[in-house]
């Protein structure tokens, strides 16, 4: 799905698309959901209980807004649980770059636009990022804690605007949350829920971004 800024929107809509815009986990980053069984069956927990915890409200909002850091963030579920280990161990989850995604990234740097990553994050995004080695590929990595709003708030957006000093519409957007696609197709950018890096090349073609068209191909392990 790509959306088009509505007409209604005061917007160019044959403005060129100059940044394109990713979410960070479940676009650039991703994590085997086979850990998370495994620790659940660990602890003697049903599945899915830990981030049923975790992304509830206010403990998600608190943590991607930097008003509590990922350490508190973890004992809070730990204690919300009756499991800390678990907790731990659930945080302590590793995760690893789409090698597809970067190559995009990489081929869009090339072809003179501006990559970028915004994600409802903690405190520890830019080490993570570093582990990651996103900050080859990206231009800038904006993170919620930091900006203290968390997408799909306007003002999330709204400092990307602001920082990368460009109008909504020249800004293409991805995210596999179609929530969190609202609040930029709102100001008017051009937005896509990710499912994968081949349909992300075709959506970017289709935007005028000069992209490959690409392969389908698996993931390493299942989403």
């Given at each position: 799905?790509?959306?088009?800024a509505s007409?209604?929107?005061?917007c160019?809509?044959?403005?060129?698309?100059?940044?394109?815009?990713f979410?960070?986990d479940g676009?650039?980053?991703?994590?085997?959901?086979?850990?998370?069984?495994?620790?659940?069956?660990?602890h003697?927990?049903?599945r899915?209980?830990?981030?049923?915890?975790?992304?509830?409200?206010?403990?998600?909002?608190?943590v991607?807004?930097?008003?509590?850091?990922?350490?508190?963030?973890?004992q809070?579920?730990?204690?919300?649980?009756?499991?800390?280990?678990?907790?731990?161990d659930?945080?302590?989850q590793?995760?690893?770059?789409?090698?597809?995604?970067l190559?995009?990234?990489?081929?869009?740097?090339?072809?003179?636009?501006?990559?970028?990553i915004?994600?409802n994050?903690?405190?520890?995004i830019?080490?993570e990022?570093?582990?990651?080695?996103?900050?080859?590929h990206?231009?800038?990595?904006?993170?919620?804690?930091?900006?203290?709003?968390?997408?799909?708030?306007?003002?999330?957006f709204?400092h990307?605007?602001?920082?990368?000093?460009?109008?909504?519409d020249?800004v293409?957007?991805t995210?596999?949350?179609?929530?969190?696609?609202?609040?930029?197709t709102?100001?008017?950018m051009t937005?896509?829920?990710?499912?994968?890096?081949?349909?992300l090349?075709?959506?970017?073609?289709?935007?005028?971004?000069?992209?490959?068209?690409?392969?389908?191909?698996?993931?390493?392990?299942?989403?």
């Open positions: 799905m790509t959306q088009r007409s209604g929107c005061g160019d809509h044959d403005a060129m698309i100059t940044v394109v815009l979410d960070l676009v650039v980053r991703h994590f085997d959901p086979r850990h998370v069984v495994a620790i659940e069956q660990r003697d927990l049903p899915g209980a830990i981030e049923a915890v975790a992304f509830s409200s206010p403990l998600i909002d608190e991607t807004t930097g008003r509590v850091s990922r350490q508190q963030w973890i809070r579920i730990g204690e919300r649980l009756g499991k800390p280990v678990a907790a731990q659930w945080g302590a590793p995760f690893v770059a789409d090698g597809a995604l190559a995009l990234a990489d081929e869009l740097r090339a072809a003179g636009r501006t990559t970028a915004l994600t994050g903690t405190d520890t830019s080490a990022s570093e582990t990651l080695g996103l900050p080859e990206f231009d800038h990595i904006f993170n919620s804690a930091d900006i203290g709003y968390a997408k799909p708030d306007q003002r999330a709204e990307v605007l602001r920082a990368l000093d460009v109008a909504a020249a293409f957007f995210d596999d949350s179609e929530a969190k696609l609202a609040g930029a709102s100001l008017g937005t896509q829920l990710f499912t994968d890096v081949v349909s090349r075709n959506a970017l073609r289709e935007s005028g971004v000069p992209v490959a068209t690409a392969r389908r191909t698996t993931r390493s392990f299942e989403q």
